[in-house]
């Protein structure tokens, strides 16, 4: 089944009760048992939701695995994915890493003695050099936020094979459409299904997907016990979203290459990060993995002055100033005081995150009418 017909149909049926098409919301807390022990596969919603267990099935599905569990917020997700873990253990990842990943890293998980190391991973060999006895996780974000840099995941999933380390994907900004880590042997992926898989900035919501029956078993045994789960309601409004994920996405990566060609060639712009581009870092790798390059992109600006960066956030129309990023309308963030502003300045800086970098979230809208919204935000 081709991705678009798994976004319209994967995990969902038809209500056996009414014949609708759409899952009901089963807005309840508690099901009726017929007897001690005997119930239709529902108990309490904690642990498992009518319309949760049907999204679960969908994003399942969209990236070939065989389990799925949802969340209420991607950090809920990696939160239950680092409680597999055990103190003394390590875990290498990116250092162009989301800030809120950073952050629940080296503010929650460090104190109970769980180790972090962060590298520069588009080579695949400084992972390699970072492997001992106790490293557990390689945990990988590729395209990276905000600097849009590649992981090679094979490469990654070549040097922990046979050493029982787990190699996570973060597949947020990929989404299942342009990118399957499963299909490419790591672990286990999780989307902040926030962005692009609900689609419409109205959810908060994060997913894990799996293959591997042990962790999926342990995973749903922190999800249940933990009870960070999201509800009816925002199930139902991902289910929704997911159907028209294929054609949203497609419309992204068009808009995204028109406006990174345009920032390329402005006077103002200095340097351009977005993998569609041959000179892209690890671009041959993006091609590889990736079946398009997304609508994420990130610049600087000449001179890399602070208050011309936010000068421009300010003076776009069409683009909104906010954060998150994967919604149908347009977004603009400034990184370093935004979504980033929790790393350190010179841990940030030396990953690229500069003063005047500026990252775009392209949505859906008519790309001229976008274009036409930055140029008068860059004009002097």
């Not at 293959?211 to 249940?224: K, L, V």
């Not at 345009?262 to 990060?273: E, G, M």
């Amino acid at each position: 089944m081709k991705i678009g017909t798994k976004a319209i149909h994967a995990g969902v049926h038809p209500d056996e009760a009414t014949g609708a098409i759409m899952t009901p919301i089963y807005q309840t807390s508690t099901y009726v048992q017929d007897g001690v022990g005997k119930h239709k596969g529902y108990e309490y919603s904690r642990t498992q939701n009518p319309t949760r267990h049907a999204l679960e099935k969908s994003i399942a599905a969209l990236e070939n695995a065989k389990h799925g569990a949802c969340f209420g917020s991607g950090l809920s997700a990696i939160d239950c994915l680092i409680k597999i873990l055990n103190p003394g253990d390590e875990v290498i990842s990116t250092n162009d890493l989301y800030g809120g990943s950073y952050r629940i890293f080296k503010t929650i998980f460090e104190k109970y003695g769980i180790v972090f190391h962060f590298v520069d991973m588009l080579k695949v060999q400084n992972v390699e050099e970072m492997i001992n006895s106790k490293t557990k996780m390689i945990w990988i974000e590729t395209p990276t936020n905000p600097m849009m840099n590649i992981i090679d995941i094979k490469g990654m999933v070549s040097i922990a094979k046979g050493k029982d380390i787990m190699v996570c994907v973060d597949n947020t900004f990929a989404t299942p459409y342009l990118q399957n880590p499963l299909d490419l042997g790591a672990d286990v992926v999780m989307h902040s299904v926030t962005k692009y898989l609900g689609g419409h900035s109205d959810v908060v919501m994060g997913a894990l997907v799996t293959s591997d029956e042990e962790i999926a078993s342990e995973m749903y045994r922190i999800q249940n016990s933990s009870g960070g789960v999201t509800a009816p309601m925002d199930s139902f409004l991902v289910l929704r979203g997911i159907k028209t994920l294929h054609i949203r996405i497609q419309r992204h990566c068009e808009n995204g290459e028109k406006i990174a060609k345009f920032l390329k060639n402005h006077s103002r712009v200095d340097k351009v990060y977005w993998p569609g581009f041959e000179s892209h870092v690890n671009h041959e790798i993006a091609k590889n993995q990736m079946r398009g390059f997304g609508g994420m992109i990130s610049f600087t600006l000449q001179g890399n002055r602070l208050e011309d960066a936010l000068a421009i956030v300010k003076k776009v129309e069409l683009f909104s100033l906010a954060e998150s990023l994967g919604g149908v309308e347009s977004l603009i963030g400034h990184p370093a005081t935004m979504t980033h502003a929790s790393i350190p300045k010179d841990v940030r800086e030396q990953s690229g995150v500069v003063d005047s970098l500026i990252r775009l979230s392209v949505g859906i809208e008519d790309a001229e009418d976008l274009l036409e919204d930055l140029e008068q935000a860059l004009s002097n």
